[in-house]
């Protein structure tokens, strides 16, 4: 299989060859007119024969070079023809990556006031607790849990966590009134083994360790734990920015009255180069203006250490 000729040079042929001028090549790629002359000078060596005629500071193809300056052409005109598709696509389309919960309890119910202000931009949501590579699965933004570190990436706080033991009223009345976070350790805990759980009772003061309390449902995400919560089935480990809408409708309560902030925080991130593209920027202005006057609007989450 016979190599290429260098494609730098055949680059400046397709504009020398389309433009039959030089200099217009050279203003066209960026060039002076001496480089664009030294690049075909190079082709033609490699070919072994001439594709310009000079005449003083005129050019014009030869038979050789009206050859195949059509085919040159046609092949760079479809290449620019692929990217700009390519272009316009990626440009119309925005893949967000996020964790169930944050997909479930607060994007899916607000997107699309985003979809309304920017009508003309796709969104597809993909929702996995697994950290996706941005790159290799084609995600433009991903929503974080964690301590804002990721390398590679460039991240924005979108707000802290704030976790809170919740349940339905009807069972807070059976149980109730729950004296202290150390009390909880006695009553059905929704998925009791979960980490959270952990550093909430540190954080108030109570180390849990070997103790047994009841039987236990343990469920894989706090979308389930949540709706448990909500029918009754003891107490779960929430953020409570997320089940904001089931506090003030009553369906949920504190079970402990608290302020504890989880280790990790909601970030948004997305590749450096990429902050400016305008659906990134647009999405990140909204959401961050948007989670900004949910938290503006709440006592609880203002007033919270932040």
């Avoid at 082709?43 to 193809?61: D, K, M």
């Avoid at 030869?62 to 598709?85: E, L, N, S, W, Y």
């Avoid at 893949?95 to 607060?106: P, R, V």
């Avoid at 729950?178 to 003061?205: E, K, N, T």
Wanted: aromatic share 8%.
């Amino acid at each position: 299989m016979q190599s290429l000729p260098p494609l730098s040079a055949v680059r400046v042929f397709e504009a020398a060859a389309r433009l039959e001028n030089f200099t217009a090549a050279a203003q066209e790629l960026g060039m002076t007119q001496a480089a664009v002359s030294y690049q075909v000078k190079l082709l033609e060596e490699r070919l072994g024969l001439s594709l310009f005629q000079r005449n003083g500071r005129r050019v014009a193809l030869t038979d050789k070079g009206r050859d195949i300056a059509p085919v040159i052409i046609r092949a760079f005109d479809q290449m620019r023809q692929g990217f700009a598709a390519l272009r316009q696509d990626h440009a119309s389309v925005l893949t967000i990556s996020c964790t169930n919960s944050f997909a479930h309890l607060w994007l899916a119910p607000r997107i699309g006031d985003f979809q309304m202000r920017h009508p003309d931009l796709a969104v597809r949501i993909q929702a996995n607790d697994a950290v996706v590579d941005l790159a290799r699965d084609g995600v433009d933004v991903a929503i974080r849990g964690g301590r804002g570190v990721w390398p590679g990436l460039e991240a924005k706080l979108l707000t802290h966590s704030r976790l809170v033991p919740m349940c339905g009223p009807e069972w807070l009345a059976r149980h109730g009134p729950i004296a202290d976070a150390a009390a909880l350790l006695a009553l059905p805990r929704l998925s009791p083994d979960d980490q959270w759980w952990h550093d909430w009772l540190r954080a108030m003061g109570v180390e849990a360790g070997g103790a047994a309390g009841p039987p236990a449902i343990a469920l894989d995400s706090q979308v389930m734990e949540g709706r448990a919560a909500v029918a009754g089935q003891g107490v779960a480990i929430l953020t409570h920015f997320f089940w904001k809408a089931e506090v003030e409708s009553g369906l949920l309560v504190e079970a402990v009255p608290s302020y504890v902030r989880d280790c990790a925080s909601y970030w948004i991130v997305y590749p450096p180069h990429a902050r400016n593209t305008a659906k990134i920027k647009a999405f990140r202005d909204w959401i961050m203006a948007d989670i900004a006057s949910e938290i503006a609007a709440d006592p609880e989450e203002r007033f919270f250490p932040r």
